[in-house]
């Protein structure tokens, strides 16, 4: 019973200084937001250290496998130099991330497929869209506005540079964009949709995805959810870091990436599937081995990083590189 508890003076005195507010962080949402700015001012810094520019896509193609993880794991290792955990402190990466908490059925994962090469390949070109030889599986249409600017500035010149370039992008410009399917792609998301709870994580901006999204899944029914390029970590806007400490309410070991650069992978290597990029190849099989290898040793896999890691030895590679 209450009554029956007794407490010391000390011990009073102690329980009422818990209470009172403290001069730190926690309550003081100003001080907080300024260290966030701080912090994120220095993550920026330390991204300008970096120099070198990604692979392009072109270069993971079939037979070049060794060469593209050679070079792009160095390219990841300087990446790693940098804090990257910095750049979890920006707002801007959890919008519309979605929280799993109590919502996934106990050890379901979490399948996360990138877009462009990985899925399908777009052509932006009007030369090759307006080119009757070439057979595209769709044209879509989509309009952009951009107008995502932060709004801190660095000085007034820095202000009026940025307002500026704002304004004279503000207008919404309609894109006519040429997509190749990669082989089997709709099956496989039909197919993968049945085990695994799956999005899409792309680094493009979300008014062209989700116009490809929409014609991938008119029904809306297979692809649960959408990541874009603010959800990215954005280095020097030439890396995209997918980084999946993002998404609440899951363990990271029950999250898969589908991913042809494997840059997205950077912050944590074994959680990723890279496949060569798609062009237009009418021979490509890569969605079909993928599906195997899915459904035979990740979905009923206790860590799927312990797996991955023993197929594709990524970190292993990443280690022997900086001995
Ligand atoms: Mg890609």
Same mark, same amino acid.
């Given at each position: 019973?209450?009554?029956e508890?007794?407490?010391?003076?000390?011990?009073?005195?102690l329980?009422?200084?818990?209470?009172?507010?403290?001069?730190?962080?926690a309550?003081n949402?100003?001080k907080?937001?300024?260290?966030?700015?701080?912090?994120?001012?220095?993550?920026k810094?330390?991204?300008?250290?970096?120099?070198?520019?990604?692979?392009c896509?072109?270069e993971n193609?079939?037979?070049?496998?060794?060469?593209?993880?050679k070079?792009?794991?160095?390219?990841i290792?300087?990446?790693?130099?940098?804090?990257?955990?910095?750049?979890?402190?920006?707002?801007?990466?959890?919008?519309?991330?979605?929280?799993?908490?109590n919502?996934?059925?106990?050890?379901?994962?979490?399948?996360?497929?990138?877009l462009?090469?990985?899925?399908?390949h777009s052509?932006?070109?009007l030369?090759? #869209?307006?080119?009757?030889?070439?057979?595209? *599986? &769709?044209v879509?249409?989509?309009?952009?506005?951009?107008? @995502?600017?932060?709004? =801190?500035?660095e000085?007034?010149?820095?202000?009026?540079?940025?307002?500026?370039?704002q304004?004279?992008?503000?207008?919404?410009?309609?894109?006519?964009?040429?997509?190749?399917?990669?082989?089997?792609?709709?099956?496989?998301?039909?197919?993968?949709?049945k085990?695994?709870?799956?999005?899409?994580?792309?680094?493009?901006?979300?008014e062209?995805?989700?116009a490809?999204?929409?014609y991938?899944?008119?029904?809306?029914?297979?692809?649960?959810?959408?990541?874009?390029?603010?959800?990215?970590?954005?280095?020097?806007?030439?890396?995209?870091?997918k980084d999946?400490r993002i998404?609440q309410?899951?363990?990271?070991?029950?999250?898969?990436?589908?991913?042809?650069?494997?840059?997205?992978?950077?912050?944590?290597?074994n959680?990723? #599937?890279?496949?060569?990029s798609?062009?237009? *190849? &009418?021979?490509?099989i890569?969605?079909?081995?993928?599906? @195997?290898?899915?459904? =035979?040793y990740l979905?009923?896999?206790?860590?799927?990083?312990?797996?991955?890691?023993?197929?594709f030895?990524?970190?292993?590679?990443?280690?022997d590189?900086?001995?």
């Amino acid at each position: 019973m209450l009554s029956e508890i007794k407490l010391s003076q000390e011990e009073l005195t102690l329980d009422i200084e818990s209470f009172k507010p403290q001069e730190n962080e926690a309550v003081n949402p100003r001080k907080t937001e300024q260290k966030i700015k701080k912090e994120l001012k220095e993550f920026k810094k330390q991204c300008s250290s970096i120099e070198f520019n990604p692979l392009c896509s072109r270069e993971n193609y079939l037979g070049n496998y060794d060469n593209y993880l050679k070079t792009a794991l160095s390219h990841i290792s300087a990446l790693r130099k940098i804090n990257l955990d910095l750049a979890l402190l920006n707002n801007k990466l959890y919008e519309g991330v979605p929280d799993f908490t109590n919502k996934l059925q106990k050890g379901k994962k979490i399948l996360l497929l990138d877009l462009d090469e990985t899925l399908i390949h777009s052509d932006f070109s009007l030369e090759y #869209i307006n080119d009757k030889n070439i057979k595209y *599986d &769709k044209v879509i249409k989509f309009k952009e506005r951009e107008n @995502e600017f932060e709004e =801190n500035y660095e000085d007034y010149y820095d202000m009026r540079r940025k307002k500026i370039r704002q304004s004279l992008f503000n207008e919404e410009k309609e894109y006519k964009v040429g997509i190749f399917v990669r082989n089997g792609a709709k099956t496989f998301l039909t197919e993968v949709s049945k085990y695994f709870e799956v999005g899409i994580f792309t680094a493009s901006v979300k008014e062209y995805a989700d116009a490809i999204i929409d014609y991938l899944d008119p029904n809306k029914n297979l692809i649960k959810f959408r990541l874009y390029r603010n959800n990215c970590i954005n280095i020097n806007d030439k890396f995209f870091i997918k980084d999946l400490r993002i998404i609440q309410g899951v363990d990271i070991k029950d999250i898969i990436l589908l991913d042809n650069s494997i840059y997205s992978f950077t912050t944590q290597l074994n959680n990723g #599937i890279l496949v060569n990029s798609f062009f237009n *190849d &009418k021979n490509d099989i890569e969605l079909s081995n993928v599906y @195997e290898y899915l459904i =035979n040793y990740l979905l009923k896999a206790d860590d799927v990083r312990t797996i991955n890691e023993q197929f594709f030895s990524f970190e292993k590679l990443l280690n022997d590189l900086s001995l």
